[in-house]
């Protein structure tokens, strides 16, 4: 494939992802080769590559002749993963706490800084989903960075290909007392890190990723 093709795919991969994890494309619904292809005005070859790199993903389930369909974890799926997910990320955090640079801190105060400057800069919105995904990501990133153990962060890293932890922003969007919530848990856990309080920092992303989880679950209950 070549790099024009490369940077194609990797186009429709991000925006199809942005899509699934706001709920514009819902969970069952079917990706066909020659509509993206036309509205990205591109040739099939870099959708059918984007479409595989989101199979592999877990993002997508694709059966000859007919196209890519969206999946979708069971509710039950959901919690069962998120409780290995908050036991793997607190770990993270706590080594996080021992571990943690200046560079390292300085992104990952940041991060949570920059949403809540969206948030009270333009409200809920498109702008402030795409500001969350950001700061979200760069925050549990520069965490699981942190804390120096890349087998740690290879098993995370498994389990998001499963549940993409941007995903919440769906069950957030239209509750600012969600995205308040949110933006506290990330201050607290920040504060944790950079006190090099490794338990609370520990208990502080437990708690983190298992009420987003739950938010999740609970969201695609209230969408099935």
Same mark, same amino acid.
């Given at each position: 494939m070549t790099s024009?093709?490369?940077? *194609?795919?990797?186009?429709?991969? #991000?925006?199809?992802?942005h899509r699934i994890i706001v709920g514009t494309i819902?969970?069952?619904?079917?990706?066909?080769?020659?509509?993206? @292809?036309?509205?990205?005005?591109?040739?099939r070859t870099p959708v059918r590559e984007a479409l595989r790199i989101m199979a592999a993903q877990?993002?997508?389930?694709?059966?000859?002749?007919?196209?890519?369909?969206?999946?979708?974890?069971?509710?039950?799926?959901?919690?069962e993963i998120g409780v290995v997910r908050a036991e793997l990320e607190g770990l993270a955090a706590s080594l996080a706490a021992a571990h943690i640079d200046d560079a390292q801190a300085e992104r990952m105060t940041a991060a949570w800084?920059?949403?809540n400057d969206a948030f009270e800069d333009t409200g809920p919105?498109?702008? &402030?989903?795409?500001?969350? *995904?950001?700061?979200?990501?760069?925050?549990?990133?520069?965490?699981?960075? @942190?804390s120096g153990n890349r087998y740690l962060q290879q098993a995370i890293a498994d389990l998001r290909r499963k &549940?993409?932890?941007?995903?919440?922003?769906? #069950?957030?969007a239209g509750s600012s007392?969600?995205? @308040?919530?949110? *933006?506290?848990?990330?201050? @607290?856990?920040?504060?944790?890190?950079?006190?090099?309080?490794?338990?609370?920092a520990r208990t502080l992303m437990k708690g983190h990723i298992r009420s987003s989880v739950e938010a999740v679950a609970h969201w695609n209950e209230r969408s099935t």
């Open positions: 024009s093709n490369e940077s *194609m795919s990797e186009r429709v991969v #991000a925006e199809l992802q819902p969970v069952g619904t079917w990706l066909r080769h020659d509509a993206i @292809a036309q509205e990205f005005g591109t040739s877990g993002l997508v389930t694709i059966e000859p002749n007919r196209g890519a369909r969206v999946n979708g974890q069971s509710s039950q799926d959901m919690r800084q920059d949403f919105g498109e702008e &402030l989903a795409e500001r969350w *995904m950001e700061s979200n990501e760069t925050f549990h990133s520069t965490i699981l960075e @942190a &549940l993409p932890h941007n995903i919440s922003f769906g #069950a957030y007392r969600l995205i @308040a919530r949110n *933006m506290a848990e990330h201050q @607290a856990i920040a504060n944790a890190i950079l006190a090099q309080d490794a338990d609370q």
